[in-house]
């Protein structure tokens, strides 16, 4: 039976499982899979993925909880416009890092577009986030979703049911956001357009 508690759990289960932070290393795990770069040893992949995943997600969560904590917050008090400032500078510093540390060890360049799309997105939010609360989540999403049009043209594949299933994937996220109350529909799919162009024209230029 559906009730609006398990509405409410379904949408905070997306939340958590699409977080942001996610976007770099999901681009990189499509680049090891559908490119030619599926011919680089597993080690290799996992030394890469585990690089990416200790500075974008693991370093910034571990810091926005304790600055969370710190400030005795929730969530849901965090997600107020005007508390997004440092959470968003705390993501900001480690995918710079995270961008430094594959430049000084040699990653190859389209692996670390990924990561400079992302950075960006960060940056292109945080500024809007100054004037405007924006969603994150649909930004990251659309990145994933301008990374595949990106991608597609570079390597010359159709990205046609993987983009279908972004689509979704971002209705489902936003969707999950407006019910928990984080963001309106407008902030949502400005969040994803922001993301996807964002993504496209770094990956392309970079």
Do not use: D
Not at 112 to 122: E, G, K, P, R
């Amino acid at each position: 039976m559906i009730t609006e508690k398990n509405i409410i759990l379904t949408a905070r289960a997306m939340s958590i499982m699409f977080t942001p932070f996610y976007l770099s290393i999901v681009g990189l795990a499509a680049l090891f899979i559908f490119s030619y770069m599926n011919m680089y040893p597993w080690q290799y992949k996992l030394w890469v993925l585990g690089i990416v995943y200790f500075f974008t997600i693991l370093l910034p969560t571990l810091f926005i909880y304790a600055y969370r904590r710190y400030r005795g917050w929730t969530l849901f008090e965090l997600g107020k416009k005007e508390r997004r400032v440092v959470p968003y500078l705390i993501s900001i510093i480690c995918y710079s890092f995270c961008y430094y540390v594959m430049h000084a060890v040699h990653i190859p360049h389209f692996m670390s577009s990924i990561l400079v799309a992302a950075l960006m997105i960060q940056i292109v939010c945080a500024i809007i986030n100054l004037w405007w609360k924006i969603s994150t989540h649909t930004a990251a999403i659309g990145g994933v979703a301008g990374a595949l049009l990106a991608f597609a043209l570079i390597f010359s594949y159709n990205p046609i049911w993987w983009l279908c299933v972004v689509i979704l994937l971002a209705g489902l996220v936003g969707s999950s956001r407006m019910i928990l109350r984080q963001h309106t529909l407008t902030q949502v799919v400005v969040g994803f357009f922001v993301g996807l162009v964002t993504a496209y024209v770094m990956i392309l230029s970079v």
